[in-house]
């Protein structure tokens, strides 16, 4: 992998020994292994991307890490399957555009287009599966989903604009015209490639200030995923690990005492099941109502494990991965993060 653009791009933003630690984790597309050149296709930024964020989301969710550390010891790499990340829809966020749109001018320059459409009735949200066009069965996906503040009330909105209103936007203009470029190219100059990735990965984490006890109080009492993002902001809510029997790895992650959902959720139509690990929690510093910083312990990121199976897709009469999400097992996954109230250290 040395002599690769991929481990290059690694290489110069992390180190070369850092670079070679994250490669020996993940199973890494073919498709992603280009010989070194002076361009980076989108292919090789996307697969950079998702490499990047799959660490963040480790350094965040201890027994993420933990499962992952024990794979590679037994001679196993993790098979990145999708990340999951939350916005908010319609409602002020500064200087950062709301909803999937801060997300969308990402992916689709990354070779990302809408493989589903997933109404989340039960927590007012709409999730949408993002797909690479160019290798849709092994680049991972991305799982974002859009909180509809205007079915809560009216005191819950205002508190959404009073926390949100001050995200600002990591994306400079220069970072926008290289996504630009990237759209109509496909490829960017390596040196811009490594100008661009950390600012992408910069966008995965909250843009806001932190609210206060009593802004987080309200917005929990109503809906806890947008208490979360109150704190977590755009933050990989998950990532997920595609192994061949969820069950199993399910009990074995049981019988070590790790924190994991009882219950497998399974699609509708029964090729996709999913459970996860509960979700770390995380210490963040909240003011209370004389405006002193109060550290609170909350729900973070979590760490899923998913099974697909293979179909014959009847349309075009060949074998396909089922790369659909399921909205029951989404709002049923999404609970990890559930929390009914903060507690103080």
Not at 33 to 54: C, G, H, K, W, Y
């Amino acid at each position: 992998m040395s002599t690769t653009n991929l481990q290059f791009v690694l290489s110069s933003l992390l180190g070369a020994e850092h670079a070679s630690q994250l490669s020996d984790l993940l199973q890494i597309p073919a498709s992603t292994l280009r010989p070194r050149s002076d361009t980076v296709s989108r292919i090789e930024i996307a697969q950079a991307l998702n490499m990047l964020l799959f660490e963040k989301l480790l350094k965040a969710v201890p027994q993420g890490n933990d499962y992952v550390q024990d794979s590679v010891r037994a001679g196993n790499k993790i098979r990145f399957d999708h990340g999951a990340l939350r916005t908010v829809l319609g409602i002020s966020t500064g200087t950062l555009p709301a909803g999937e749109a801060a997300f969308t001018r990402i992916l689709r320059p990354l070779g990302y287009h809408v493989n589903g459409l997933y109404p989340l009735q039960r927590i007012s949200m709409t999730g949408r599966a993002y797909a690479h066009e160019d290798d849709p069965e092994e680049i991972a996906q991305f799982f974002l989903s859009e909180l509809h503040p205007h079915n809560f009330s009216v005191e819950f909105q205002n508190t959404v604009n009073k926390v949100l209103a001050t995200s600002q936007d990591p994306i400079d203009s220069h970072s926008a015209q290289l996504l630009q470029q990237l759209a109509a190219d496909k490829t960017l100059p390596i040196t811009d490639t490594l100008t661009l990735l950390p600012v992408l990965v910069a966008c995965f984490d909250r843009q806001h200030d932190l609210p206060s006890i009593a802004d987080y109080q309200t917005l929990l009492a109503e809906s806890a995923e947008m208490a979360w993002i109150s704190t977590e902001g755009n933050a990989f809510n998950h990532a997920t690990d595609r192994v061949p029997n969820v069950e199993q790895v399910a009990d074995a992650q049981r019988a070590l005492g790790r924190a994991i959902k009882e219950k497998i959720e399974i699609s509708r139509n029964g090729r996709v099941r999913q459970t996860a690990f509960r979700a770390s929690t995380v210490t963040r510093a909240m003011r209370d109502e004389n405006g002193v910083l109060v550290d609170m312990k909350v729900p973070g990121s979590f760490y899923e494990f998913i099974s697909r199976d293979r179909f014959l897709d009847e349309q075009s009469q060949t074998d396909k991965l089922d790369l659909t999400f399921d909205s029951g097992n989404a709002q049923g996954i999404f609970k990890m993060t559930a929390s009914a109230s903060p507690a103080t250290n």
